[in-house]
C-alpha cells in the first residue's frame, strides 16, 4: 500500500520556468524552419567575387581551353560528366543555350567535363547530343575544386565582368535560367 | 480477407493503432471515473497491443527469411545471396524496419511496466497506462500512415537490391536493437513521472518505482552507444570510434541526462529531495530519446548515419516531439508548486551537493552538445551562411568538462549524506588522491602530455583508485564487523549492498573505459607509408612487414588483400591481412581493417591505393589501451546486472536504514 | 684476379638493398592534422583524411602540394575556405558568425557553476532560517541559546 503525501504549495519558480517555456517554443520552431531547409546545400563563396582564371585542355580537340579568351561577355560554365544521372536531366536545355549562345551572341556558355574519362564523355555525347560550344577536360577535379563543386552537376553564372553572380547545384531547368540569367543581364 | 502473411503483418499494426486510441480513451477514463472495468480494459488492450507488434515484426522477419521481394521494404534492402544473419537483422536495417522494431520494444515495455506494477501502484495505473498508450499511438500512426514497412510492390522483382555493404556486419545484429532498448526503456520511467505530475503528488513512489527500469534502461544505452563505437571503430577505418556525428550526438545527450537522473533520483528517494530536477530530466532524457529519431530520419542535419531524407516524416516526428514536449514541460511548470525539496543541502561536502554537481555538469555537457550540433542550423536560418561544427570542436570543448566529472565520480560515492568535515575529506582521499598525483608525474617522465591530458590522467587515477579502495573497504568493514574471512565478506557484500556496490563496479568500469579513451585518444600514434613488398614499418614496438599482394573475393564481392608479416625483436609473432573490397551490385568499395587487439593496445591497419607499380600506401596506427574501452564496458554491465538484481522497495516511506554497506554511518 | 673479385664484391654491396625499412614522410604529421580540420564537401561528415571520395583525395593532394610550396596554416585554411567558405573549416573560424560557437561552452559552464552556488546558497539560507525558527519554537532556555551558534 502506497503511503501519499501532500505537498505543501510554493510559488514562483519565474527564473527556470521562463527559459523552459522559451526552449518549449524555440526548438520546434527552429527544428520546423529546418525541416524547409537542404542540410546538404552549401552557399557558394564565389559569389560576388571574380571567376578564377583558368586553362585546361579541351575535350574533344587540341588546345586549351583558356578563360580569358571569353571575358567580356556574361558566361554560364557547366561542370557535367558521364556517370552523373541528372545531367541527361539538363543536357537539352545546355544544347538550346548553346544554340542561342552561337546565334545571339549575348553570352558565352563552355562546359567543363569533370572527372570522367574521354571515351565515355564522347558516348556521352553520341547518345545525348553534342553541344554547340566546347568542353574542357578538368581530369582530377582541379578547377572543379577551385570552384568549390560539391557535387554535379552545378552551373556558374557569371557576369561581363567576370563576377560570379549565382551558383545552381542541380540540372538547369527554365525556372533556374529564368531566376538566374538576368542576374548577369541576359534576358532569360 | 487477409490472403499474405504480409496483409497479415499490416492488419496487425492497423488493430494496435486502434487499440492504442481505445487504451488511452479508457485509462483516461478510468482515472477520472475510478471504473476498475475500465481500466481493465485499458491494460488488456496494452497486452493485446504487443501481441500485435509481435506478429507484424515476425511476419516482416519472415519476409526477409523467405527473400519475398513482393514487399517492397525486404526488395529494396535485401538480396538472394545475402547470408542469412543479414537478412535477418536486414529487418531493422533501414527506416521503415527500425522503427517497428522501436515499436515492438514500447509495447514490451508496456505490457511488462503494466504486469509488473499492476498491483502496486493502482493509482497510478490509469496515468501510466494512458501515458504508454498516447506514445505507442504516436508511433502507430507513424508506421501505419508515413513509414509502412508492409507495402507491396507489384510486378515483384527477381532479386532484391541487396543490403548496404556497410550494414552487412554483425554490428547490426547489435547496435540498433541494444541501442533501442535504451531509448524506449526510458519511456517507462517518463510514464510514471508524467502519472506522478498528473496526480498532483511528486512523493516517493516513481522514483523508486522505477529505479531499475532508469537502471536498464542506461545500462543498454551506454552498451548501444559502445557497441556503435566499436562497429564504427573496427569498420570504418579511422582509427577511432567517434566522430561527433550529428545522429551520435542525438544518442549521447539522452545518455548524459539519463547519467544524471540516474543519480539525481538517489537523492529524492533517500531524502525527498531534487524532485523538481528529477521530473525535468525524465522528461528531457524522453524527449531527446525522441530527438534522435527526429534527427535521423529527417535530415534536418546530414550525417553519414542518416536514413534517405523525408521531411515528411521529420514533420510528423517535429509535431510529435513537440506535443510531448507541451505535456511534459508544461505539467512540470503547473505542478512546480507541489515539487517542493523535504530537506536542505547542508554543506557543500555532502552526497547531495556532489550529486547536484554531477547533475548540473553533465547538463551542461548536454547543452554543449546540442549547442554545437544545432547551432549550424540557426546560423543558416539567420544568416544563410554555412558553418561548421565537427569533431575538432567538441574535443577541445568537452574533454576539460568530462575530467571534471570523471573527478566527480572518484569523490561522490565515499562522500556521506548531509555532510562530511573538512579534515575528514581529506583523510578519506589522501590515498586516492596521492596515487593520482604518482600517475600523472609518470606520464610526465613518460610522455609530452599537455595539461588537459595530465587533468585527465590525475582524474582517472583518483577515480579509479578511489572506486577499488571504497569495495575494499566495505568488505575489510564487513569482516572487521562479522568476523569473517575475506571471501566469505565478499560474498556477503556482494549480496546484502548490491547496490552500493553495483555502483562502485560500474564506476570502476567508467573508469575503464575513461582510461582507454584518454591513452587511445590522445596516445595515438598513426603514419601513412608507402611499402613495397618486403619492405618493414615500425608502430606500437612491433616490426611490420609487406610478405605480398594478392587478389581474392568471395561469392559477391571482389577483394585485393596486402599480407603483413608482424615481429618483435626478430621474432616472427603473428599476420595481418588488411584488404579492399568491391560490391558489384551496389558500386560500393569499403576496406576491411586488419586489427590485432591486446591489452596493450591495438595494432590497426588500413589499405590504401597502389600505384600499379607495387607500392602500396598504408595507414599504420597503435592504439594505446583502446581494449579497456570495451573490457571496461563488461565491467560496467557487471555491476549494473548487481545492481539490478536487487529486489526495488515498494514505495513505502520506510526510513529503516539499508543492511550493512560498510561505510561507516557519520 | 682475387682483386678483381674483391671490387666486384665492393661494388654489389655498395648497392642499395631492394627491401628498406620506411617510416613516413616528414610532413605526414603536418597533413593530418590540417586534414582532420577540412571537412569533405562532398560526403559532408567525414574530414578529408578520412573520407573515401575522390574529392577528398584531390583535395589531400592539394594540401600536400600547398605545404611543398611553403604555405602556413593560416594560408592553407584560407586556400580552401576562399573555395568553399566556412563551412570546409571542422573547426569554426574565429570570425564571422561562428565565433559564439567558442564562447557557448565557457558561458554554459559559468551558468552552472553561478546555478550551483545559487542553490547551495538558498538551501544554506533556508537551513539557517529553519534552525532559527525551530529554536526559538522549542523551549530552551536563554542561557542555552547563548552558547549556540546560530
Redesign the interface.
Known amino acids: ?11 514562483g ?1 519565474l527564473e ?2 521562463l527559459p ?2 522559451a ?2 517554443v524555440g ?2 520552431l ?8 537542404d ?2 546545400r ?5 559569389v560576388g ?1 571574380s571567376m578564377p582564371a583558368f586553362e585546361i585542355p579541351y575535350l574533344q580537340r587540341a588546345g586549351m581551353l583558356n578563360s580569358a579568351e571569353h571575358a567580356g561577355k556574361p558566361m554560364l560554365l557547366n561542370f557535367w560528366a558521364s556517370w552523373c544521372t541528372t545531367c541527361r536531366v539538363e543536357h537539352p536545355k545546355l544544347v538550346e543555350l548553346g544554340v542561342r549562345s552561337q546565334l545571339s551572341d549575348e553570352f558565352s556558355i563552355l562546359g567543363i567535363n569533370y ?1 570522367d574519362d574521354p571515351a565515355r564523355a564522347a558516348g556521352f555525347l553520341n547518345r545525348e547530343g553534342h553541344f554547340g560550344y566546347p568542353s574542357g577536360y578538368d581530369e ?3 578547377l ?5 563543386v ?2 554535379m552537376p552545378e552551373t556558374f553564372f557569371i557576369d561581363a565582368d567576370g563576377v560570379v553572380q549565382a551558383r545552381h547545384a542541380g540540372p538547369v531547368t527554365d525556372k533556374v535560367l529564368a531566376k538566374y540569367l538576368p542576374l548577369i543581364g541576359v534576358d532569360p | 480477407m487477409i490472403e499474405t502473411s504480409i496483409e497479415l503483418g499490416q492488419f496487425a499494426v492497423s488493430l494496435a493503432l486502434i487499440l492504442s486510441v481505445f487504451g488511452c480513451f479508457q485509462a483516461v477514463l478510468a482515472a477520472r471515473s475510478g471504473a476498475a472495468s475500465r481500466l481493465v480494459s485499458a491494460r488488456n488492450a496494452i497486452f493485446a497491443n504487443f501481441v500485435l507488434a509481435t506478429i507484424g515484426c515476425a511476419v516482416l522477419i519472415q519476409a526477409f527469411v523467405t527473400s519475398d521481394f513482393s514487399v517492397a521494404y525486404v526488395a529494396q534492402n535485401s538480396n538472394r545471396d545475402l547470408p542469412m544473419l543479414y537478412k535477418v537483422t536486414a529487418m531493422w536495417g533501414a527506416h521503415e524496419g527500425s522503427l517497428l522494431l522501436w515499436l515492438w520494444y514500447l509495447t514490451l515495455f508496456s505490457a511488462a511496466a503494466v504486469w509488473l506494477h499492476w498491483r ?2 493502482p ?1 497510478s495505473m490509469p496515468w501510466v497506462i494512458a501515458t504508454l498508450a498516447a506514445i505507442q499511438l504516436g508511433f502507430l500512426a507513424f508506421v501505419v500512415f508515413l513509414s509502412n514497412p508492409f507495402l507491396t510492390l507489384t510486378p515483384m522483382p527477381g532479386n532484391g537490391r541487396d543490403l548496404n555493404p556497410l550494414l552487412q556486419d554483425p554490428g547490426l545484429a547489435f547496435h540498433p536493437p541494444v541501442l533501442y532498448l535504451g531509448y524506449v526503456g526510458f519511456a517507462v520511467p517518463f510514464a510514471f513521472a508524467i502519472a506522478s505530475l498528473i496526480r ?6 516513481w522514483v523508486t518505482v522505477v529505479r531499475r527500469w532508469v537502471l536498464f534502461a542506461w545500462t543498454a544505452l551506454t552498451s548501444g552507444i559502445i557497441c556503435g563505437g566499436y562497429w564504427a571503430y573496427y569498420e570504418l577505418g579511422w582509427g577511432g570510434y567517434w566522430a561527433w556525428d550529428p545522429v551520435e550526438n542525438a544518442s549521447l545527450m539522452p545518455w548524459l541526462t539519463g547519467t544524471a537522473l540516474l543519480h539525481s533520483m538517489m537523492v529524492q528517494d533517500k531524502r525527498g529531495m531534487f524532485r ?1 530536477w528529477n521530473v ?1 530530466l525524465v522528461v528531457t532524457t524522453f524527449l531527446l530519446t525522441l530527438l534522435g529519431t ?1 534527427l535521423v530520419r ?5 550525417s553519414v548515419h542518416a536514413f534517405a ?1 523525408d ?1 515528411g516524416r ?2 510528423y516526428m ?1 509535431g510529435f ?2 506535443v510531448a ?2 505535456v511534459g ?2 505539467l ?2 503547473l505542478r ?5 525539496d523535504d530537506g536542505g543541502i547542508s554543506s557543500l561536502l555532502s552526497r547531495e551537493a556532489a550529486i547536484l554537481g554531477n547533475t548540473v555538469l553533465l547538463l551542461v555537457v548536454t547543452a554543449t552538445v546540442m549547442a554545437g550540433t ?1 547551432f549550424p ?2 546560423v ?2 539567420f544568416s ?3 558553418i561548421s561544427i565537427g569533431a575538432p570542436y567538441y574535443n577541445k570543448v568537452i574533454v576539460p568538462i568530462m575530467v571534471a566529472l570523471v573527478f566527480l565520480l572518484g569523490l561522490g560515492p565515499s562522500v556521506p549524506w548531509r555532510q562530511m568535515s573538512a579534515k575528514r575529506f581529506v583523510g578519506r582521499f589522501r590515498l586516492p588522491l596521492a596515487f593520482a598525483g604518482l600517475t600523472a608525474v609518470a606520464a610526465v617522465l613518460v610522455s609530452e602530455a599537455g595539461i588537459i591530458t595530465l587533468a585527465a590522467i590525475f582524474a582517472v587515477g583518483f577515480a579509479g583508485f578511489a572506486s577499488l579502495a571504497d569495495i575494499a573497504s566495505a568488505i575489510a568493514a564487513r569482516r572487521r564487523v562479522m568476523e569473517q574471512g575475506v571471501l566469505r565478506a565478499t560474498g556477503d557484500v556482494l549480496t546484502h549492498s548490491r547496490q552500493r556496490i553495483g555502483a562502485l563496479i560500474i564506476h570502476f568500469g567508467v573508469v575503464m573505459i575513461g582510461a582507454g579513451m584518454i591513452a587511445s585518444g590522445l596516445f595515438q600514434t598513426t603514419q601513412t607509408v608507402a611499402m613495397r613488398i618486403g619492405d618493414r614499418a615500425e608502430a606500437g614496438g612491433y616490426t611490420l612487414t609487406l610478405r605480398e599482394l594478392q587478389d581474392t573475393g568471395s561469392a559477391n564481392y571482389n577483394a585485393r588483400v596486402a599480407r603483413f608479416s608482424i615481429s618483435r625483436d626478430g621474432e616472427l609473432l603473428f599476420e595481418m591481412a588488411p584488404e579492399k573490397r568491391f560490391y558489384p551490385v551496389r558500386e560500393m568499395a569499403t576496406t576491411e581493417i586488419a586489427i590485432r587487439s591486446s591489452l596493450a593496445g591495438d595494432l590497426y591497419m588500413v589499405m590504401g591505393d597502389e600505384d600499379g607499380q607495387g607500392t602500396v600506401v598504408v595507414r599504420i596506427f597503435w592504439n594505446p589501451l583502446v581494449n579497456w574501452i570495451w573490457l571496461g564496458w563488461l565491467v560496467l554491465l557487471l555491476g549494473a546486472l548487481l545492481s539490478l538484481s536487487k529486489p526495488s522497495r ?4 520506510s526510513r529503516t536504514p539499508e543492511p550493512i554497506e560498510g561505510v561507516p554511518a557519520e | 684476379m682475387k682483386r678483381l673479385m674483391l671490387i666486384l664484391a665492393l661494388i654489389v654491396m655498395s648497392f642499395p638493398a631492394g627491401a628498406a625499412s620506411v617510416s613516413e614522410d616528414p610532413t605526414e604529421p603536418r597533413v593530418r592534422d590540417l586534414a582532420v580540420l577540412l571537412r569533405c ?2 560526403c ?1 561528415s567525414e574530414n578529408i583524411l578520412d573520407s573515401h571520395s ?2 577528398a583525395r ?2 589531400l ?2 594540401l600536400r602540394e600547398r605545404i611543398a610550396e611553403g604555405m602556413s596554416d593560416a594560408e592553407i585554411f584560407e586556400f580552401f ?5 566556412d ?1 570546409v573549416l571542422l573547426s569554426p573560424p574565429m570570425t564571422g558568425p561562428g565565433r559564439i560557437v567558442w564562447l557557448v561552452p565557457a558561458g554554459l559552464v559559468l551558468l552552472g557553476l553561478g546555478v550551483f552556488m545559487l542553490i547551495l546558497a538558498r538551501h544554506k539560507r533556508r537551513a539557517a532560517r529553519e534552525l532559527k525558527d525551530s529554536v526559538l519554537m522549542s523551549p530552551l532556555d536563554a542561557s542555552g541559546l547563548k552558547g549556540m551558534e546560530l
Open positions: 500500500m502506497t503511503i501519499e503525501v501532500d505537498m505543501p504549495r510554493k510559488k519558480g527556470w520556468k523552459l517555456l526552449a518549449l526548438l520546434p527552429l527544428l520546423g524552419i529546418g525541416l524547409t531547409r542540410p546538404n552549401i552557399p557558394s563563396a564565389l567575387k572527372r582530377r577535379g582541379r572543379g575544386i577551385d570552384f568549390g560539391y557535387g | 502496486d501502484y493509482k498532483g503528488q511528486t512523493g516517493v513512489e523538481a525535468f527526429f529527417s535530415g534536418v542535419l546530414t531524407v521531411p521529420g514533420a517535429l516531439m513537440t514536449m507541451v514541460y508544461g512540470i511548470i512546480a508548486d507541489r515539487l517542493q544545432l542550423l540557426v543558416e536560418v544563410d551562411a554555412k515498494r514505495a513505502a516511506r | 564537401p562532398v559532408q575522390s574529392t584531390e583535395m593532394v592539394i575556405r576562399t573555395r568553399y567558405g563551412y
